[in-house]
């Protein structure tokens, strides 16, 4: 099951909680934000937990100034940026195996080993 994240509808959905899982995250047009305080964390198993970017937003769909833990794979499947260029937050590699795809440069990058 994937979850889309789509417009500026979600935007705030994300904005207004303190952490949040989902399963997959698909960014396809719009764009995002996640708020300096917010931590979203991608989960699940059996290849789930997954970050895929297909947006081509021309300055980088999500605007990351929180805290982003992805439990699966990153993908950039995009020409362009997967971040804005004024992100300051962090994305957190949690997972076992987990493999980069897609030229993507991050405000912050850590893998978690627990």
Request: no cysteine; charged share 10%.
């Amino acid at each position: 099951m994937q979850k889309l994240v789509q417009g500026v509808l979600l935007i705030a959905a994300f904005a207004m909680v303190d952490s949040r899982a989902i399963a997959d995250m698909v960014l396809k047009g719009g764009g995002m934000t996640v708020g300096k305080d917010a931590v979203v964390t991608i989960t699940g198993s059996g290849g789930a937990g997954a970050f895929v970017n297909h947006s081509s937003q021309s300055g980088g769909a999500l605007r990351l100034d929180g805290v982003l833990r992805v439990q699966g794979d990153w993908t950039n499947a995009a020409s362009g940026p997967v971040f804005n260029s004024s992100s300051s937050g962090s994305v957190d590699l949690t997972g076992v195996g987990q493999r980069i795809f897609g030229a993507t440069i991050f405000p912050s990058l850590t893998k978690v080993v627990t």
